[in-house]
């Protein structure tokens, strides 16, 4: 839960809207996500890269990961950014440790986005020898549902030693996310309480959202009571651990109403894809979140700067009126829910193809409330 005095978190809420505006125009780079491979060695039922065991056609090659990395650290201030691995699982990737080493020698704060299936002591070894300073790990509830959403029988039992290994590596900061669906919901009381056992001080919460392989998988989306059940228990959760050194947060997926939003999350809402995320997927384009519809690829580090491409592409991201479409055309939230989370856009359907807000169950359409 955050520290931060009530007032002064009511105060910062008031003048948020400014602050987005601000960041629009500015567009500081904070987050870079590297989709480092699409190898992975699980199988999970809700991936939205499709990722397995084989790498996706037209990967980067290490040297031009990096090359990348070189020309990255010249053009921009490595110290104003963190760069996050993700994939795939990274260290499924050939060659990791002449790429942690290719970030260390360019001085590249970075962390990692992984599953702990191969998070050793080994492994974590030899990254925060190369300068490791952050990381996540999945824990999707307990050992039977765990196993099952990730494809694989041991899942369980190696993303806990993967916790383990990254709780004793002692991390500038960690923290563990979950994936909440209809057969988890139930068990987050209990992944809780393991975590506080376990010595974890930050955990996450977001629900599937239907993209990639869970686009059409009813078992993995919660209803509108699963969504108030999840909104309900991360409000809750945020109470019980208020005072203390435990941070427990709704990820920052998905517009809600105010009152609902101030419960599950420290800051407001708001989709920074584009404004002050950006990403680099394995074959080299230039994305904001990696999740968002490829329609959106702003270039190709093959072939153009990083640098430049950041200052002058991303329109799409920073003004984002065409997405006023289907039931977000006459909806009296839009100024401030913009379509929601830019990776829910339908490049088929042409609309956000979920809307959160009314997932819960806001009044989408009440022209009779306030804006606020």
Same mark, same amino acid.
């Given at each position: 839960?955050?520290?931060?005095?009530?007032?002064?978190?009511?105060?910062?809420?008031?003048?948020?809207?400014?602050?987005?505006?601000?960041?629009?125009?500015?567009?500081?780079?904070?987050?870079?996500?590297?989709?480092?491979?699409?190898?992975?060695?699980?199988?999970?039922?809700?991936?939205?890269?499709?990722?397995?065991?084989?790498?996706?056609?037209?990967?980067?090659?290490?040297?031009?990961?990096?090359?990348?990395?070189?020309?990255?650290?010249?053009?921009?201030?490595?110290?104003?950014?963190?760069?996050? #691995?993700? +994939?795939?699982?990274?260290?499924? !990737?050939?060659?990791?440790?002449? =790429?942690?080493?290719? %970030? @260390? $020698?360019?001085?590249?704060?970075?962390?990692?986005?992984?599953?702990?299936?191969?998070?050793?002591?080994?492994?974590?070894?030899?990254?925060?020898?190369?300068?490791?300073?952050?990381?996540?790990?999945?824990?999707?509830?307990?050992?039977?549902?765990?196993?099952? #959403?990730? +494809?694989?029988?041991?899942?369980? !039992?190696?993303?806990?030693?993967? =916790?383990?290994?990254? %709780? @004793? $590596?002692?991390?500038?900061?960690?923290?563990?996310?979950?994936?909440?669906?209809?057969?988890?919901?139930?068990?987050?009381?209990?992944?809780?309480?393991?975590?506080?056992?376990?010595?974890?001080?930050?955990?996450?919460?977001?629900?599937?959202?239907?993209?990639?392989?869970?686009?059409?998988?009813?078992?993995?989306?919660?209803?509108?009571?699963?969504?108030?059940?999840?909104?309900?228990?991360?409000?809750?959760?945020?109470?019980?651990?208020?005072?203390?050194?435990?941070?427990?947060?709704?990820?920052?997926?998905?517009?809600?109403?105010?009152?609902?939003?101030?419960?599950?999350?420290?800051?407001?809402?708001?989709?920074?894809?584009?404004?002050?995320?950006?990403?680099?997927?394995?074959?080299?384009?230039?994305?904001?979140?990696?999740?968002?519809?490829?329609?959106?690829?702003?270039?190709?580090?093959?072939?153009?700067?990083?640098?430049?491409?950041?200052?002058?592409?991303?329109?799409?991201?920073?003004?984002?009126?065409?997405?006023?479409?289907?039931?977000?055309?006459?909806?009296?939230?839009?100024?401030?829910?913009?379509?929601?989370?830019?990776?829910?856009?339908?490049?088929?359907?042409?609309?956000?193809?979920?809307?959160?807000?009314?997932?819960?169950?806001?009044?989408?359409?009440?022209?009779?409330?306030?804006?606020?």
């Amino acid at each position: 839960m955050s520290t931060t005095p009530p007032l002064r978190r009511q105060l910062q809420r008031r003048l948020f809207p400014l602050y987005k505006r601000l960041e629009r125009h500015v567009h500081p780079l904070r987050y870079l996500f590297i989709e480092i491979t699409q190898r992975c060695n699980l199988s999970c039922l809700h991936c939205g890269s499709d990722c397995g065991p084989s790498a996706a056609e037209a990967e980067l090659t290490t040297e031009e990961w990096l090359s990348f990395f070189g020309a990255l650290a010249a053009r921009m201030d490595p110290s104003k950014f963190l760069l996050v #691995l993700t +994939g795939g699982e990274p260290f499924v !990737r050939p060659e990791f440790d002449r =790429i942690m080493e290719g %970030l @260390a $020698a360019n001085h590249l704060t970075w962390g990692m986005v992984s599953n702990g299936y191969a998070v050793t002591r080994s492994n974590m070894a030899k990254a925060m020898g190369c300068g490791l300073s952050s990381m996540t790990i999945s824990l999707d509830g307990l050992g039977a549902s765990h196993n099952w #959403l990730r +494809g694989r029988p041991d899942a369980f !039992r190696r993303a806990c030693r993967g =916790i383990e290994q990254a %709780l @004793a $590596a002692d991390l500038p900061f960690f923290d563990v996310v979950t994936c909440v669906h209809p057969g988890n919901l139930d068990e987050l009381p209990a992944v809780f309480e393991l975590l506080k056992r376990m010595g974890v001080r930050a955990w996450r919460l977001f629900a599937i959202f239907p993209k990639g392989r869970a686009k059409d998988d009813a078992r993995l989306l919660l209803d509108a009571a699963g969504y108030r059940a999840l909104m309900g228990f991360v409000a809750a959760a945020r109470k019980q651990v208020e005072g203390s050194d435990f941070s427990v947060q709704f990820s920052c997926e998905g517009y809600f109403p105010a009152a609902l939003d101030a419960s599950i999350r420290d800051d407001p809402y708001f989709c920074r894809a584009g404004i002050s995320i950006g990403s680099v997927l394995c074959d080299g384009s230039i994305m904001a979140c990696p999740n968002i519809s490829r329609s959106l690829v702003q270039g190709n580090i093959r072939r153009d700067d990083f640098a430049t491409v950041w200052e002058t592409e991303f329109g799409p991201f920073r003004d984002r009126g065409w997405m006023r479409t289907g039931e977000c055309l006459d909806c009296v939230e839009w100024a401030k829910c913009q379509g929601g989370s830019m990776h829910l856009w339908d490049d088929g359907e042409q609309r956000t193809c979920l809307c959160t807000f009314k997932a819960v169950g806001g009044a989408q359409n009440d022209k009779s409330r306030a804006l606020g």
